[in-house]
């Protein structure tokens, strides 16, 4: 081995930066989360909490919020709220947005949703209090 040392890490770059797990927005290799923005339906990448992944082969607009909508497979319910792109990942050509508002009881349905989403694709029998600790805890990534 050589005297070369690898260089520090800085302390921002070890720091998870993702508040809450994100959710692969995929059953059985199907999506299952969409996000409707300008009229154009669109298969979500991930889902969390505190915002989505969709891809995007070019960079959307950054830090100017949009509205949108959120729907899932074979639920009429709907959520709506106001997002804004925090980074694009041209190599993945994916966007990643953070929530800046969800309409009236959005967050709880959002919520919701995601323990049952957590529920349904499980490889492990897990309760549904297990899955509300997975949805509101901090990311495993």
């Known amino acids: 081995m050589s005297g070369t040392r690898a260089a520090p890490v800085p302390p921002e770059a070890s720091v998870e930066r993702r508040g809450c797990q994100r959710f692969v927005a995929r059953r059985r290799g199907e999506p ?19 915002g989505f992944s969709y891809p995007s082969a070019t960079p959307p607009a950054s830090g100017q919020a949009f509205d949108f909508v959120l729907q899932r497979d074979g639920v009429p ?16 050509a994916q966007a990643g947005c953070s929530f800046v508002s969800l309409d009236g009881d959005g967050a709880e349905r959002l919520r919701d949703w995601l323990i049952a989403h957590v529920l349904m694709t499980a490889t492990v029998r ?8 997975i949805v509101s805890g901090p990311s495993l990534i």
Do not use: H, Q
């Not at 996000?35 to 979500?44: C, F, N, Q």
């Not at 319910?77 to 993945?92: H, T």
């Open 32 to 50: 299952c989360f969409w996000v409707v923005m300008d009229g154009a339906r669109i298969p979500l990448n991930d889902l969390s909490a505190d």
């Open 77 to 92: 319910d709907e959520i709506r709220g106001r997002a804004v792109v925090v980074n694009f990942l041209a190599g993945s």
């Open 126 to 133: 897990i309760t549904e209090k297990d899955a509300a600790a």
